[in-house]
């Protein structure tokens, strides 16, 4: 439990997110291929719910960081969004989220990768709240918080070279 907030430390798994959707006709666009926005519209479901579920409450989507799509996914194909929590601030949290596609014949390609940033909210105001902590229990938890870490500073570089911007 963090010393600011009455809330349980947590692991990644008892938070992670799987959902699945079928790119349906009206989810592609003329070249038969997933539309981005709906793809990120499911991105920032799924890694909604993780966060929601690690804050046991409301969140707010912050950031979305650069997303590449790495191959398209095809009209009819199954798309599978596993979100899991990242890292874990005061109020923020880090949730990453890896998009595959699946054929029918059962075939499966990462299609790509997102890190959506949430901040927990206190409901009706909006005002942000404190959250419980994250345990790391295997290397992999290690490794993923370890990466997350290093975005989190470097979305905090990005924050400041704004903000000097606009001041000058």
Known sequence: MSADS?????????????????VMPQDANNWGTAFGGRILSWIDIAAAIAAGRHAEGPVVTAAMDDVHFIKPINRGDVVCLKASINYVGRTSMEVGVRVEGQTWGGQSYHALTAYVTFVAIDGPDGDPRP???????????ERRHAEATERM????????QRAERLEG
Do not use: I
């Not at 959250?131 to 938890?141: A, I, K, P, Q, R």
């Not at 470097?154 to 400041?160: N, P």
């Open 6 to 22: 009455p809330r349980p430390s947590k692991t990644a798994d008892s938070t992670a997110v799987e959902m699945t959707q079928l």
């Open 153 to 160: 500073e470097r979305r905090r570089e990005r924050r400041a």
């Open 131 to 141: 959250v419980g902590g994250l345990t790391l229990v295997s290397e992999e938890d």
